[in-house]
């Protein structure tokens, strides 16, 4: 029987230092609770941030790590085949995030599918959810460098009328978006049913975020 992993205790080597999986002063916040909306900001990012954008950076020039989207900017896949302690880190705290959530061991989480998104100028995602999955995760890696001023550029934002927060007028119908600020270091979760998108993005560096879409092992 494997040891189980306490989040808290266990820690990573990432180029000589040893980071904790869930760290202590790990701010959680709640976005709204009906339905499960959570977001974590990590302090330490200065440890492993450069590193991994480098390495998702190197990736997205081939092919067979890159899945090239029309317009909603390049998506370097699966996080656990980036084979560095930065990419094994945050796919640990990925996990993390979402077996608190749940209430489950780490050993019980199932990653469906992961992947880096690389925006452009001019890039957008557009409306969707996913399927084959609990919840879905988002990180903040590099927010670029936004030119409007509006609040939208590149900003990840909920559109669902099964959240109270997008229904703010009526029950049910749509006015509003759950759009939370996301800083170098944000990580949200929401169920992976819920209808979210990216407002388009104008900077001239690349924005990069990380996500995955998670459920549970079989009898766990």
């Not at 390049?74 to 084979?83: A, L």
């Not at 978006?177 to 996301?182: A, G, R």
């Not at 949200?188 to 900077?203: A, D, K, N, Q, R």
Request: hydrophobic letters at 35%.
């Amino acid at each position: 029987m494997s040891k189980k992993i306490d989040i808290h205790k266990h820690k990573i080597n990432v180029r000589g230092k040893n980071l904790y999986i869930w760290p202590s002063d790990t701010d959680v916040v709640e976005i709204t609770d009906s339905p499960m909306t959570y977001t974590a900001l990590f302090t330490d990012i200065e440890k492993y941030h450069d590193k991994l954008k480098e390495r998702i950076l190197e990736l997205e020039k081939l092919e067979e790590h890159t899945h090239r989207v029309r317009i909603g900017g390049n998506k370097v896949r699966y996080v656990h085949e980036w084979e560095t302690a930065e990419a094994k880190l945050i796919d640990m705290r990925a996990a993390a995030f979402f077996c608190q959530a749940v209430g489950k061991d780490i050993e019980d989480v199932v990653a469906t599918t992961s992947w880096a998104s690389v925006s452009r100028k001019h890039d957008y995602l557009a409306a969707h959810s996913h399927t084959d999955c609990i919840a879905s995760v988002v990180y903040m890696l590099e927010p670029g460098n936004t030119k409007n001023d509006n609040g939208l550029d590149g900003r990840f934002a909920i559109i669902d009328p099964r959240a109270p927060g997008c229904c703010t007028v009526e029950e049910g119908r749509v006015t509003s978006q759950i759009s939370p600020s996301m800083d170098p270091g944000s990580m949200i979760i929401f169920p992976s049913e819920l209808v979210h998108h990216v407002h388009p993005y104008t900077g001239d560096e690349p924005r990069i975020t990380i996500a995955w879409n998670f459920k549970l092992r079989e009898g766990a």
